[in-house]
């Protein structure tokens, strides 16, 4: 999915909630991130053109909240509780997914698979 900062985004999103799962002091939401605004979009696995910096999932617990929840590694989050996630550093991500008084993260995210099929069945048959 191409980007092209300051222009509108066109993308099938998917609304994933996760609720964390409380370990002592700890909230686990059971995934990793990469990506963001100050880090080299080339490094980044899922960027299919190599110029995407968004925050991707890079990779989901076995059996954690974020499995549960369906999400999956390689997604593109787009937003994170009603905040847009496009244009942020990954710090600033991290952050906004790990705040300690919120139990619950409300997701939209998009990958390659939701495109793929919107995409397969808008083509004449």
Do not use: C
């Not at 999915?1 to 002091?25: F, N, W």
């Not at 696995?45 to 390689?74: C, H, N, Q, W």
């Amino acid at each position: 999915m191409s980007y092209i900062p300051g222009q509108p985004v066109t993308a099938v999103v998917q609304r994933i909630e996760i609720h964390k799962l409380r370990e002592g002091d700890n909230l686990i939401l059971g995934f990793s991130i990469g990506g963001g605004i100050d880090q080299d979009p080339a490094q980044n696995p899922f960027s299919e053109d190599k110029t995407d910096k968004g925050i991707y999932v890079t990779r989901v617990s076995k059996g954690g909240p974020a499995e549960v929840a369906g999400l999956m590694m390689g997604d593109k989050i787009m937003q994170v509780n009603g905040w847009d996630m496009t244009m942020v550093t990954h710090d600033q991500a991290r952050k906004r997914l790990t705040k300690k008084n919120e139990d619950v993260v409300r997701l939209l995210v998009t990958r390659k698979s939701l495109q793929d099929a919107v995409r397969q069945s808008m083509m004449p048959r």
